[in-house]
């Protein structure tokens, strides 16, 4: 009881210890003046105006995910999957020969694979491997920048 009279006395006195002090409308202001300087340093520099590069590089990263997918597939089957069987061999058993004989329940993947643009990706069984590519955001062949084919081999 005794402590709640004396914090009533210095309250009402204007006496506030340091330690019960909270911010002061000055130093809320500080914070959000320097918040605001921060945040327009970001969309100066163009941090929120590159989508196109972001989806690019999610196509790469989905390009390992892929990848290593058709490495488990290879794994499990003594091969990768045909030109003809495609990608969509990671995501639902093929009935085409050579027709997979330990392909795991569930498939690779849960769905077929679009790159960062919604489009589908290129697949293609080699001597050495196989070949994947996404046509980049104009989904042509070719093309420069954003619009350049992002391939990975294995």
Same mark, same amino acid.
């Given at each position: 009881?005794?402590?709640?009279?004396?914090?009533?006395? /210095?309250?009402?006195? !204007?006496?506030?210890?340091? @330690? #019960?002090? %909270? +911010?002061?409308?000055?130093?809320?202001?500080?914070?959000?003046?320097?918040?605001?300087?921060?945040?327009?340093?970001?969309?100066?520099?163009?941090?929120?105006?590159?989508?196109?590069?972001?989806?690019?590089?999610?196509?790469?990263?989905?390009?390992?995910?892929?990848?290593?997918?058709?490495?488990?597939? /290879?794994?499990?089957? !003594?091969?990768?999957?045909? @030109? #003809?069987? %495609? +990608?969509?061999?990671?995501?639902?058993?093929?009935?085409?020969?050579?027709?997979?004989?330990?392909?795991?329940?569930?498939?690779?993947?849960?769905?077929?694979?679009?790159?960062?643009?919604?489009?589908?990706?290129?697949?293609?069984?080699?001597?050495?491997?196989?070949?994947?590519?996404?046509?980049?955001?104009?989904?042509?062949? !070719?093309?420069?920048?954003?619009?350049?084919?992002?391939?990975?081999?294995?």
């Amino acid at each position: 009881m005794k402590q709640f009279c004396d914090s009533e006395v /210095r309250h009402k006195q !204007g006496r506030v210890s340091h @330690s #019960e002090a %909270g +911010l002061t409308l000055i130093e809320m202001l500080i914070v959000l003046v320097i918040i605001a300087i921060i945040a327009g340093m970001v969309v100066m520099s163009g941090i929120l105006n590159r989508p196109d590069e972001a989806r690019a590089t999610t196509t790469k990263a989905s390009m390992s995910t892929i990848s290593a997918a058709l490495k488990m597939y /290879r794994l499990d089957n !003594g091969n990768y999957p045909t @030109s #003809e069987q %495609g +990608l969509k061999a990671l995501v639902e058993k093929p009935a085409a020969a050579p027709v997979p004989q330990a392909w795991t329940q569930g498939g690779y993947l849960s769905e077929p694979p679009v790159d960062g643009w919604g489009n589908p990706y290129t697949y293609a069984a080699t001597p050495e491997g196989f070949e994947i590519k996404s046509l980049g955001k104009d989904g042509k062949p !070719g093309g420069e920048g954003i619009d350049a084919d992002i391939e990975q081999k294995g």
